[in-house]
């Protein structure tokens, strides 16, 4: 819908710029909008690629820990021990 235009051409250039500055603003707002959605999409896929790689690290940490307690079972509940003594001192001092 075209303004109606003034006596006063100053009037009527500053209407024409506020209107040049509105779209303006409308089309940066969809660009950020685009923008910020393709940009969480990304970071999305990389969190999932770390999530999975630390599954995967996890897992293999865990085998490799029941294979050490299953060759040495003796040693393992000794280090058990001093592990759970040893915090077991430290949370006591508080």
Do not use: C, W
């Amino acid at each position: 819908m075209p303004k109606a235009k003034t006596q006063y051409t100053e009037i009527d250039d500053i209407r024409e710029d506020l209107d040049s500055l509105k779209n303006n603003v409308i089309e940066l707002t969809r660009t950020m909008k685009k923008n910020g959605t393709v940009q969480t999409a990304a970071i999305r896929d990389v969190a999932i690629d770390r999530i999975e790689d630390l599954k995967t690290s996890g897992k293999a940490q865990i085998n490799h820990l029941e294979r050490r307690v299953k060759a040495k079972p003796a040693e393992s509940v000794a280090i058990a021990f001093a592990t759970g003594l040893a915090v077991s001192l430290l949370l006591g001092r508080r």
